[in-house]
């Protein structure tokens, strides 16, 4: 679902290198690699006015790179628990034309005891609740709840987001709405959501919303990633031709 100069296929591609428009991402020892939901997120999430953005999780910087690229306003921190990650988001935020826009830390976000709070969060969080892990260990870490927990990632937002901030995410279907409904005993409320259909005959597969401690009349929409010839539909190259080397 990928695509871009070295890149050869969808999700979970052995790509060493994603080079965008303004900056490359590498990726060798980074669980999750550049997918077509990071780039989604990065793409769709609105920080509107704000001067701080955390991103949790960072892997390998995609999110953080790719608000830099829009939002020249935005001073983002981005925290990476595991170390090789860490070292992987380090290397392609110094070697990008945004390095002066974001701040890396790597340790457990649910332990980072700090009074600083921000405008605007970003996460792509681990997927899976159940179900069998990957065999690789970073990829696992990276793709199921063991070391952030849906519990604990609500428990994060409400304490790291201010009273008018918002968060935007990405989930497969079931786990964001899940996740939805949970938000509210937090206070969280839904500001926006987006069903993600890879094709107009196939069940929408991912979920982008944005949660937030305000109210907020709803704004839903649908997004078809391909036709049925295959082809990116005008919305989603409209959406990430800033970044994908082959959309002019």
Same mark, same amino acid.
């Given at each position: ?67 830099? &690229? ?18 992987? %988001? ?10 002066? &826009?974001? &701040? ?32 690789? %260990? ?20 409400? %304490? ?43 069940? %929408? ?44």
């Amino acid at each position: 679902m990928l695509f871009g100069q070295d890149a050869s296929s969808g999700e979970g591609n052995l790509v060493s290198e994603f080079r965008f428009k303004q900056f490359s991402v590498t990726q060798d020892n980074c669980g999750m690699k550049v997918s077509t939901d990071g780039v989604l997120l990065g793409a769709w999430a609105d920080p509107k006015q704000a001067k701080s953005s955390l991103d949790i999780g960072t892997g390998t910087g995609l999110l953080s790179l790719m608000l830099a &690229q829009r939002f020249q306003h935005l001073s983002l921190t981005a925290i990476e628990y595991d170390p090789a990650a860490y070292a992987c %988001a380090t290397q392609n935020v110094h070697a990008s034309p945004f390095a002066t &826009q974001i &701040q890396l830390r790597q340790g457990d976000i649910t332990q980072w005891h700090t009074s600083t709070r921000f405008e605007h969060i970003v996460c792509n969080p681990p997927y899976f609740t159940s179900g069998q892990t990957a065999r690789d %260990a970073k990829r696992a870490t990276a793709r199921h709840a063991h070391t952030l927990t849906h519990e604990a990632l609500l428990h994060v937002l409400v %304490a790291r987001l201010t009273p008018s901030g918002c968060a935007d995410l990405i989930l497969p279907v079931t786990e964001g709405e899940r996740l939805i409904a949970d938000a509210t005993q937090y206070g969280l409320h839904l500001h926006r959501q987006v069903y993600v259909y890879p094709t107009p005959g196939k069940p %929408a597969s991912r979920l982008l919303f944005t949660l937030s401690p305000t109210t907020h009349p709803l704004i839903s929409d649908t997004l078809v990633l391909r036709d049925d010839h295959n082809h990116f539909t005008p919305a989603f190259a409209a959406l990430t031709r800033d970044f994908y080397l082959k959309l002019p």
